[in-house]
């Protein structure tokens, strides 16, 4: 199924709905704070934020198309990435 949240097991990171509309929830498991990046196929960054534990990142203005969300656990140096698509 499309929105059934995608987990990452290394990094226990939640990440909902994918398709987005309007809202992209990420929410940290395994760790407290991480660096988040939401960027184009081109590597423009359109989302840039550092994260505690579940946020809300606001994907309103964001034109249609495919994007890549990457968080950097600090911690353990660990990056994870997950494309999503703005319909």
């Known amino acids: 199924p499309i929105n059934t949240p995608q987990i990452d ?6 990440v909902y709905p994918n398709p987005i509309n ?3 929830n990420v929410e940290l498991q395994a760790f ?3 660096q988040v ?6 590597g423009k ?8 534990g579940n946020t809300t990142l606001n ?3 964001l034109p249609v198309g495919i994007y890549f969300l990457q968080v950097f656990d600090e911690n353990s140096g660990q990056v994870f ?5 703005k319909q």
């Not at 990046?37 to 081109?42: A, C, E, I, P, V």
């Not at 960054?45 to 505690?52: A, G």
């Open 9 to 14: 097991t290394k990094l226990d990171i939640k």
């Open 59 to 61: 994907t309103n203005n």
């Open 45 to 52: 960054t359109h989302i840039t934020r550092i994260i505690t």
């Open 81 to 85: 990435t997950r494309k999503i698509l």
């Open 32 to 34: 407290e704070k991480g």
């Open 37 to 42: 990046r939401l960027f184009d196929g081109t």
């Open 22 to 24: 309007q809202q992209l």
